[in-house]
C-alpha cells in the first residue's frame, strides 16, 4: 500500500482531534481559552462537564477519521474530511460572531478548515 501525502495529512488531524482537542480539554480544561471565546468560564464546574461532552466527540471524529483512513476508498475519506471541515469553520465563525480574537477565528480554525479541504481535495485527485 502506498501512502500519500494526503493519508499522512488525514492521519496527522485525527491524532490532533484524539490526542490534543480531545485528551488535552481533559487534561487542561483551562486550554479552553484558547478557542478564541471571551469570557470563557474556564473554571466553572458546569463549563467543564460541557468541555467533556466536546472532548468525547472531537475523540469520536479523530477515530472516524482513522477508520475510514485504514478501511475506506481515498475518495471516500475525501468526503469525510470535506464534511469534517465544516467543524473547524463553524467554529471560526462562532470566534468571529462572539467578538473573538481575529487572529483565533483565522489563524487557528481557519486555517484547520482550510488543511481539511486541501487534504479532501488530495484524497479525491490522488
Do not use: C, E
Request: glycine residues 10%.
Amino acid at each position: 500500500m502506498l501512502i500519500t501525502i494526503a493519508d499522512v495529512l488525514t492521519a496527522l488531524i485525527g491524532a490532533f482531534a484524539v490526542f490534543f482537542l480531545g485528551a488535552n480539554a481533559f487534561r487542561a480544561p483551562q486550554a479552553a481559552a484558547g478557542f478564541g471565546i471571551p469570557g470563557t468560564p474556564t473554571s466553572d464546574p458546569a463549563f467543564h462537564a460541557w468541555l467533556r461532552v466536546k472532548a468525547v466527540r472531537d475523540i469520536a471524529t479523530g477515530l472516524f477519521t482513522f477508520i475510514l483512513l485504514a478501511a475506506a476508498t481515498p475518495h471516500l475519506v475525501g468526503w469525510f474530511m470535506l464534511a469534517a471541515a465544516a467543524i473547524p469553520a463553524g467554529d471560526a465563525l462562532i470566534v468571529l460572531r462572539s467578538n473573538g480574537p481575529k487572529a483565533a477565528a483565522y489563524g487557528i480554525h481557519g486555517a484547520t478548515a482550510a488543511v481539511m479541504l486541501a487534504t479532501s481535495v488530495l484524497l479525491f485527485v490522488g
